[in-house]
């Protein structure tokens, strides 16, 4: 063969690791595939060898990345939930408009079939299976994030804005964990705009009032750290 011959060979592929942007897909087909499988089967019945199946990767690669299926679980239900961290609040919007966009954003997020049917799971097992309901704690810390760091750029301090935070997710998702745990469908965009437009105007008037108040310097608990 000369040396023309050769020029003219394809170049050679080799296999080695993937690159860490195909790790980055690959681990978001991981999460939607146990999200999907989770959703279908239930926790007892899915398994990593299904979840492996449907996201294209062996088995060996799901259990370097989560030790067991209860840790799988805890991973998706947290991924669904880190997505919205990242929803950046319009800081020319009035309360009113950011609350209301923020509200629709969460419900949008929460209403596609496998998140109803995986909220449904986390609420049938949340007692018999403690990583399911640590999993809805810290899925609820992420949802409200954005909520906290806007009422903390108006003035509240951390402490505040959490338990402000807390109480207004609870509004905002009490319809949607009604149906889960009554096995009825996801509400319609229509529901969702009306129920988000709810709780924004509930929280609204204390929530006017007290970042007024902070605002003239008064009501500030002195010992309460912003840190």
Known sequence: MTSADISTLPPVHRVGRPS???????????MRAAREEFAAKGFHHATMEAIAARAGVSKR????????????????????????????????????DALAAYSRAVLRELSTDYAMAVGALIMREARQFPPAGQALQQGQEYLRRPLVKLLQERGMTAAEA???????????????????????????????????AMTA????????????????????????SGH
Do not use: C
């Open 20 to 30: 860490a942007e195909q790790s980055k897909e690959l681990m978001a087909a991981v």
């Open 61 to 96: 690669t799901l259990y370097t990345w989560h030790a067991d299926k209860a840790a799988l679980l805890q991973a998706a239900i947290l991924d669904q939930a880190v997505e919205l961290t990242s929803y950046v609040i319009d800081p020319r919007a009035s309360l009113k």
């Open 162 to 196: 959490d338990r402000i935070g807390k109480l207004y997710i609870g509004a905002l998702l009490v319809d949607m964990q009604h149906r889960m745990i009554m096995g009825h469908a996801a509400p319609t965009p229509d529901q969702n705009r009306r129920h988000a």
């Open 201 to 224: 105007t509930l929280f609204l008037p204390g929530l006017e009032a007290r970042l007024a108040q902070l605002s003239s310097g008064a009501g500030r608990d002195d010992g309460e």
